[in-house]
């Protein structure tokens, strides 16, 4: 053993020593034996990679593992019988109901494409015998007055604009992709009573670059929440299509290019009914009805007031899959480890004799991969409200340690760590938080990382709390070389890494749920 190993052991024996019998135990029930044991079945290919769409459904076999668990440990359950059912719809393109149709004002058809692509992705769109309007970009600046709608009539018409803004194409700014821009422009030509919107992609993009990886994307499965009629999502929805359609539309090639340099180099708009024609417009999409299942546990405080705030654990057990070739993604660290880990945190809450002053929830989230639906769903639906959460600790992926190879990650701010560091992320709602933190894993031996950048806060299911005002704990060893990859197996894991991450939830997790009194600077 290293001079190190036998320091940190040490470091970690005085700590133990210093702490109640209570937390002592708790630390000793969780083992490398049983996280390896967990592990080695949910990663297994008997699971196929824990998602939708297999024709063994592993993710259902993952839930019934963890709530067969959670019930033997002795955690009462949080929702019916510990799964709280989540609603889910999955869609893609039906390229044989999609259509651009383009008719003269008799009805015939002068041409039809199915270069058009309907966004959002689960659009259904059937509009017949519409005029077309053309309104350049489709700009509105409110400072300077530039408005493409003001002397256009546009009630019950398509109406049709390029991407972009004026500047953009004075300046020859190479194309991209603005969503907030775009769909703000969408939005206003809606409000202004068009039935609706043909956005075209920019002729300076001559390969169509952005129309095609556009294009690309759409026609992966989308997943979302499934929300009933009464309870609708708002939505814009549109078509994208190419500039060539656009002049077949205007009547002459090279036509939209001339008339967007016009409006930029005056910074005038030039808004017109194109004559002569109709458009109809068809856009289907396929859907698929899903039940995910988050699997929730909880011990309760002990506290009669505190035990009405809790302190919730999560951690996703979902991954992607199988791949085109048949390869199982088996997802052992992303996120089988921080799926076991969980199980073993809460295996040490439910034998303390005596329990937190607050109530401790266990939250096994469903979906992460396909967009954090189950997180996004409990904070809509949660077993203690968001004001009575008063932290969230999420572990995702904390089985790894450094290995050379990972150095393809050499570039991003998460490199996978070495055995004594951990990516910590937080965001500050309560500094108390952070410190209790700290102080504990100085304790362990542990070296926190807190310097990711603030976008990671959206990366994984924290940020659901995140957006909610819920202080979070993010822990993640971070990314290696097997990252999304069917080589993510159990034989790469450093389960003791992976212990050491379990002392240190559940050690800052109890003091968190015994803290009298939390402060926090933003709810």
Aim: proline share 3%; charged share 25%; with cysteine.
């Amino acid at each position: 053993m290293s001079f190190a190993k036998s320091v940190q052991n040490i470091l970690f024996l005085l700590f133990v020593q210093s702490i109640c019998y209570g937390q002592k135990s708790g630390l000793e029930r969780i083992n490398v034996e049983d996280l390896k044991r967990h592990l080695t079945f949910l990663s297994s290919d008997s699971l196929q990679g824990r998602s939708f769409g297999t024709s063994i459904n592993g993710l259902d076999i993952a839930a019934d593992y963890l709530k067969t668990n959670a019930k033997s440990i002795g955690l009462a359950d949080g929702a019916d019988d510990y799964f709280q059912i989540i609603p889910i719809v999955s869609s893609q393109p039906d390229y044989e109901n999609l259509s651009l149709e383009i008719t003269n004002t008799k009805g015939n058809v002068i041409f039809k494409t199915d270069s058009i692509i309907g966004l959002p992705q689960e659009s259904d769109i059937d509009i017949s015998n519409a005029e077309i309007v053309f309104a350049g970009f489709g700009f509105i600046d409110e400072k300077s007055g530039y408005d493409e709608f003001k002397t256009l009539d546009i009630r019950g018409k398509i109406v049709m604009f390029s991407i972009g803004t004026p500047a953009w194409f004075q300046t020859k700014e190479l194309p991209h992709w603005n969503n907030q821009l775009e769909t703000s422009k969408v939005k206003n030509a809606f409000e202004a009573g068009a039935v609706g919107v043909i956005l075209i992609n920019s002729p300076l993009d001559q390969e169509n670059n952005i129309y095609n990886r556009i294009r690309s994307w759409i026609d992966r499965i989308d997943f979302n929440l499934e929300f009933p009629e009464k309870n609708p999502r708002e939505k814009n929805s549109f078509v994208l299509t190419t500039s060539y359609q656009a002049d077949l539309m205007l009547g002459k090639s090279g036509e939209l290019k001339n008339l967007l340099y016009k409006i930029s180099e005056n910074n005038k708009s030039n808004s017109f009914p194109i004559e002569g024609i109709r458009a109809n417009i068809k856009v289907k999409s396929k859907t698929e009805h899903f039940q995910g299942k988050n699997v929730i546990g909880v011990v309760e405080g002990s506290d009669p007031v505190l035990k009405n705030e809790c302190v919730v654990f999560m951690a996703h057990y979902d991954h992607l899959g199988i791949d085109e070739n048949g390869d199982v993604f088996n997802g052992a660290d992303d996120n089988g480890s921080g799926t076991v880990t969980l199980l073993e945190v809460a295996e040490a809450f439910a034998g303390l004799e005596k329990k937190p002053k607050r109530s401790i929830v266990f939250l096994w989230v469903t979906n992460e991969e396909v967009g954090m639906l189950g997180s996004q769903f409990y904070a809509e639906n949660p077993l203690f409200s968001m004001e009575k959460t008063v932290a969230c600790i999420n572990i995702d992926m904390d089985g790894r340690v450094f290995e050379r190879r990972d150095t393809v990650w050499s570039k991003s701010p998460k490199v996978v760590k070495d055995f004594d560091g951990l990516y910590t992320l937080t965001n500050d709602y309560c500094p108390e938080i952070k410190k209790i933190n700290s102080t504990i894993c100085h304790s362990l031996g542990l070296i926190p990382d807190y310097s990711l950048p603030t976008n990671f806060l959206r990366s994984s299911d924290h940020f659901s709390f995140h957006k909610n005002g819920v202080p979070i704990l993010n822990y993640s060893t971070g990314y290696h070389a097997d990252y999304h990859k069917a080589t993510d197996e159990v034989s790469r894991i450093n389960f003791d890494k992976m212990k050491r991450v379990a002392d240190l939830s559940f050690l800052v997790g109890l003091e968190i749920a015994n803290h009298k009194k939390l402060k926090t600077f933003k709810k």
